[in-house]
Each structure stands twice: as C-alpha cells, then as structure tokens.
C-alpha cells in the first residue's frame, strides 16, 4: 500500500502543478476535438450549428468540472452535449406553449387585443418582450403559472420547494404590474404616456 503525504511545504506546489496539468490537457482536448464534435452533432441532431456550438460548450463546461473523473472524455462531452441540445429544446418547446396559453387564458393581452386570434410570430415576441426583464426564475414560474400547473408541479420541475414557487410568482406580479400596468392591459387598454404606464 502507498501512503502519499498529504502535507509539507511540496503539497501545495504539487496541487498547483496538477491543476495546471488538468488545464493544458482540457485544452489539449478542447482544440482537437471541438469542430469533430460541432460537425458529428450537427450531423446526427440535424440541427442548427449555433444550437449544436451553444450545446458542446455546455458539454465541455460539464466535463471541465469533472475533468479529474472523466475517464473517455469525447464520449462524455457527446453525450453531455446532447442531453442539453434537447434539454434546451424541452425548454424552449415548453416556454413557447406555456406563453401562449398565458394569452389564450387572458393572462396577458397583446396590444390590447380582444379577440382570440393569434399571429404567433407577433405574439410569441410580444410575450418575450413582457417577461424578458423577470428575473430567470420568476419566469420560470409564470410559465408554470400560465400553464396550469399547480404549485407542487412547478416546484418540483424547478427544483424548489412550494413556498419558493409562491413567492417567486408574488413578486413575478408586482414586477409585471408596475412595468406593464397589468390591470388595464388585460382590460384591452393601453396606458396612456404619463399617466400611470412606464413612459
């Protein structure tokens, strides 16, 4: 059996030593294998190149932090890569639907519309433009919101516990009640420049 010192004036320029040896392979294996990965993915995921660039640099990301364990590194990079591609796409797929069922439901009006037609290119932008200053979680629950998923759901998909689920939809409505004036855009009024709207 080996017994390694684990303290002494060498330990820590050991731990240096070994992590600058970690950096110079990560990137060893970064430059060699990025555009394999990009092209192999794009090819298999028939997919955009920005969406498969956006999804192997989160596989890199995961593998860098577990660099010490990762024993055949390209395949767990493929593999992480992967599993975000279509993490992402569950998201924007989920995000998409639960908005439009928000302006379905009357939860938000698009330029004060009455009736129920959507032109969804318009109002998945408008959509965007409302929730796009919340915070990432209150978005995250308002989306749950608008889609009818209940407290626990919600709390569960994200992570978090029920009573978070709630405050972050509290404070999700205030934010939404000062910047668009809430109240009268779902009465089918616009506020007026000056006069209670963020003008």
Do not use: C
């Not at 555009?35 to 995921?45: D, E, K, P, S, W």
């Not at 998909?157 to 689920?165: D, R």
């Amino acid at each position: 059996m080996n017994v390694t010192e684990t303290s002494g004036p060498g330990v820590k320029a050991d731990a240096v030593s070994l992590e600058a040896a970690k950096k110079v392979d990560f990137s060893d294996f970064y430059q060699e294998s990025y555009h394999r990965l990009v092209n192999l993915l794009v090819f298999v995921l028939k997919a955009p190149v920005h969406e498969v660039e956006e999804a192997v640099q989160v596989g890199f990301i995961e593998a860098y932090r577990r660099w010490s364990k990762v024993e055949a590194p390209e395949p767990y990079v493929r593999k992480a890569a992967t599993n975000a591609f279509f993490r992402e796409r569950k998201r924007d797929a989920r995000q998409a639907d639960a908005e439009k069922r928000a302006v379905l439901a009357g939860l938000l009006n698009p330029r004060g519309r009455s009736g129920r037609e959507l032109d969804d290119a318009d109002d998945y932008a408008w959509v965007q433009m409302v929730i796009k200053d919340l915070p990432p979680r209150q978005r995250q629950v308002m989306l749950g919101i608008a889609k009818g998923l209940s407290n626990e759901v919600i709390a569960s998909l994200l992570g978090i516990n029920e009573p978070n689920v709630r405050s972050n939809a509290r404070h999700a409505r205030r934010r939404l009640e000062k910047s668009l004036d809430l109240k009268k855009m779902i009465s089918g009024r616009a506020p007026e420049p000056g006069k209670g709207g963020s003008a």
